[in-house]
């Protein structure tokens, strides 16, 4: 349950910042569930360590064009509460300095607002491009209110061939390029080795390659046609991402979907959660060359899609979750069918579980391959399976309750080893806990109806939410502008916080292991590359 009295330690913040001398401009404001603090650009590098001090975790960070000034924004969270942390930027030129020598997970975030918004981030150690890949001009920002949405007439982009990946020298080092376009049909990133033998010394990687002008295609969209974009933000996360944009929406709006809408969202977050663990499961077996689990896992993966698309009209869910509730509410009918998939699922689940626990040649390819250490994993601020493989113990569902998992108990499984077996393990207990929850919720499902009207907030309008998809957390957040229409729109996948963590934890491993590693962690390209 929601602990009703948050933000206890806030007084005790602000002094904190006071005594310090930081010129804090707002600290009244609200944006549910989370407080806002304005402060001077010039403080904002004391800001970030003073909450790095606080133990706070960060989250995000994005910024708005206000034509003659920017707004950088940075989300950070402390036991369940949300700080969104904002300053002004001079929008000729905007300098702000960089957080990332103590948050190392603003690396990415801070090199995608620079090469989207041309802002300077003073002290980051990494001045290379990494969302740009020459599609534009260097010196032009796509994020800005003077960049059509169609671009500026480039009919050709240069081939992204001069990178400058870090070079490794020495005795013996060589470098194995990989991708960016792959054998198979996942989306293309580049990954590039410096390996000694088979043993690999470094391991760099470099996305960006699908970006698909996400936050630019938000721009001037009403809350409907918001939605749906929002659920493709990462394919294999709609209603995750859907759900966050509509929470957003809903809460900038002050309106509540109904008890049933969020008990069906919950519903299907958890399908949705469900689907990708079984297939996770199976292909990182299948890595290894142990295709029983891959058949296995495929096949059951396939009737719980079915199962979704009886229910909900739809394999992934796609387009499910509206602003206001949900677009189909299923029948009686289909409600008990899924809770007969629930139980059946479960028993199959724990008999092939049980299975692999017993394969010694499993074991010895999986254990103690790609650890990721706990200091790292929380250095990194990784999330979902891959942090809680690595003793996170962080759950928006239990740690930050939305409805209606403010009204459930959640449990939350956590393992200490870090390694390809662990976030294999976890993603199986994470499954059985989301069937549980389903359970729960279709054994007690609220009547009434499962979509409400909606009517658009007023100009300027704001919402924040964090809600808990499969992968982990997922920060959105949306402004209005006139008419109901969007101003901005920011999605922050979990990728963003779990690709590093490949990096760090393929070090020391065989070049033939990086497959599994990579597959262990399983970043969305897509959710990566906004």
């Given at each position: 349950?929601?602990?009703?009295?948050?933000?206890?330690?806030?007084?005790?913040?602000?002094?904190?910042?006071?005594?310090?001398?930081?010129?804090?401009?707002?600290?009244?404001?609200?944006?549910?569930?989370?407080?806002?603090?304005?402060?001077?650009?010039?403080?904002?590098?004391?800001?970030?360590?003073?909450?790095?001090?606080?133990?706070?975790?960060?989250?995000?960070?994005?910024?708005?064009?206000?034509?003659?000034?920017?707004?950088?924004?940075?989300?950070?969270?402390?036991?369940?509460?949300?700080?969104?942390?904002?300053?002004?930027?001079?929008?000729?030129?905007?300098?702000?300095?960089?957080?990332?020598?103590?948050?190392?997970?603003?690396?990415?975030?801070?090199?995608?607002?620079?090469?989207?918004?041309?802002?300077?981030?003073?002290?980051?150690?990494?001045?290379?491009?990494?969302?740009?890949?020459?599609?534009?001009?260097?010196?032009?920002?796509?994020?800005?209110?003077?960049?059509?949405l169609a671009g500026q007439g480039e009919e050709f982009c240069p081939p992204d061939v001069d990178y400058p990946f870090v070079q490794a020298q020495g005795s013996g080092v060589y470098e194995i390029p990989v991708g960016p376009i792959h054998a198979g049909i996942i989306e293309p990133g580049h990954f590039r080795f410096q390996a000694v033998g088979e043993a690999v010394l470094n391991l760099e990687r470099h996305l960006g390659y699908t970006h698909k002008g996400i936050e630019k295609l938000g721009e001037g969209r009403d809350a409907?046609?918001?939605?749906?974009?929002?659920?493709?933000?990462?394919?294999?996360?709609?209603?995750?991402?859907?759900?966050?944009?509509?929470?957003?929406?809903?809460?900038?709006?002050?309106?509540?979907?109904?008890?049933?809408?969020?008990?069906?969202?919950?519903?299907?977050?958890?399908?949705?959660?469900?689907?990708?663990?079984?297939?996770?499961?199976?292909?990182?077996?299948?890595?290894?060359?142990?295709?029983?689990?891959?058949?296995?896992?495929?096949?059951?993966?396939?009737?719980?899609?079915?199962?979704?698309?009886?229910?909900?009209g739809h394999r992934l869910m796609m387009d499910r979750v509206i602003p206001g509730g949900v677009a189909v509410d299923p029948t009686p009918e289909a409600v008990d069918r899924m809770l007969v998939h629930v139980d059946a699922l479960r028993r199959e689940l724990r008999g092939i579980m049980t299975i692999l626990a017993g394969q010694e040649s499993l074991r010895d390819r999986l254990e103690t391959t790609g650890v990721l250490h706990p200091t790292i994993a929380e250095e990194l601020g990784c999330l979902g399976y891959v942090g809680?493989?690595?003793?996170?113990?962080?759950?928006?569902?239990?740690?930050?309750?939305?409805?209606?998992?403010?009204?459930?108990?959640?449990?939350?499984?956590?393992?200490?080893?870090?390694?390809?077996?662990?976030?294999?393990?976890?993603?199986?207990?994470?499954?059985?806990?989301?069937?549980?929850?389903?359970?729960?919720?279709?054994?007690?499902?609220?009547?009434?109806?499962?979509?409400?009207?909606?009517?658009?907030?007023?100009?300027?309008?704001?919402?924040?939410?964090?809600?808990?998809?499969?992968?982990?957390?997922?920060?959105?957040?949306?402004?209005?502008?006139?008419?109901?229409?969007?101003?901005?729109?920011?999605?922050?996948?979990?990728?963003?916080?779990?690709?590093?963590?490949?990096?760090?934890?393929?070090?020391?491993?065989?070049?033939?292991?990086?497959?599994?590693?990579?597959?262990?962690?399983?970043?969305?390209?897509?959710?990566?590359?906004?």
């Amino acid at each position: 349950m929601h602990d009703s009295t948050r933000f206890g330690w806030w007084p005790a913040f602000l002094q904190r910042l006071r005594a310090e001398d930081l010129r804090i401009e707002d600290a009244d404001r609200q944006l549910p569930p989370a407080r806002v603090l304005s402060v001077s650009v010039s403080d904002w590098l004391a800001l970030g360590r003073e909450a790095k001090a606080w133990g706070m975790r960060w989250s995000a960070l994005w910024a708005e064009d206000a034509d003659e000034r920017l707004r950088l924004n940075s989300c950070l969270e402390f036991h369940g509460d949300y700080l969104l942390a904002r300053c002004w930027l001079d929008a000729e030129a905007p300098r702000a300095a960089s957080w990332v020598s103590f948050y190392p997970a603003a690396d990415c975030p801070e090199r995608h607002a620079r090469d989207l918004y041309g802002i300077h981030f003073e002290g980051h150690f990494d001045e290379r491009r990494w969302t740009r890949h020459k599609g534009w001009g260097a010196d032009r920002y796509p994020l800005r209110k003077d960049f059509p949405l169609a671009g500026q007439g480039e009919e050709f982009c240069p081939p992204d061939v001069d990178y400058p990946f870090v070079q490794a020298q020495g005795s013996g080092v060589y470098e194995i390029p990989v991708g960016p376009i792959h054998a198979g049909i996942i989306e293309p990133g580049h990954f590039r080795f410096q390996a000694v033998g088979e043993a690999v010394l470094n391991l760099e990687r470099h996305l960006g390659y699908t970006h698909k002008g996400i936050e630019k295609l938000g721009e001037g969209r009403d809350a409907a046609a918001l939605a749906r974009l929002a659920g493709r933000v990462s394919g294999d996360t709609t209603i995750g991402h859907a759900w966050a944009a509509c929470m957003a929406m809903e809460r900038a709006a002050g309106r509540e979907p109904s008890p049933r809408a969020v008990a069906l969202r919950a519903v299907m977050a958890e399908r949705e959660r469900v689907a990708n663990h079984l297939g996770d499961i199976g292909a990182v077996c299948n890595d290894v060359g142990f295709a029983f689990a891959h058949y296995q896992l495929s096949r059951l993966r396939e009737h719980w899609l079915r199962g979704s698309l009886d229910a909900f009209g739809h394999r992934l869910m796609m387009d499910r979750v509206i602003p206001g509730g949900v677009a189909v509410d299923p029948t009686p009918e289909a409600v008990d069918r899924m809770l007969v998939h629930v139980d059946a699922l479960r028993r199959e689940l724990r008999g092939i579980m049980t299975i692999l626990a017993g394969q010694e040649s499993l074991r010895d390819r999986l254990e103690t391959t790609g650890v990721l250490h706990p200091t790292i994993a929380e250095e990194l601020g990784c999330l979902g399976y891959v942090g809680r493989a690595s003793g996170r113990r962080f759950d928006v569902r239990r740690d930050a309750p939305y409805a209606p998992y403010d009204m459930l108990d959640v449990s939350i499984p956590v393992f200490e080893e870090g390694d390809v077996s662990a976030r294999m393990r976890i993603r199986a207990e994470e499954a059985f806990a989301s069937l549980n929850l389903q359970e729960a919720l279709l054994s007690d499902l609220p009547g009434g109806d499962a979509k409400n009207s909606w009517v658009g907030p007023g100009e300027g309008a704001e919402g924040f939410a964090a809600v808990e998809g499969w992968r982990g957390e997922i920060v959105t957040y949306v402004k209005f502008g006139r008419e109901g229409r969007v101003e901005r729109f920011y999605p922050r996948d979990p990728s963003w916080l779990n690709w590093p963590a490949i990096d760090h934890l393929i070090r020391g491993n065989i070049v033939p292991d990086f497959p599994v590693c990579n597959k262990s962690v399983n970043g969305s390209y897509s959710g990566q590359d906004l």
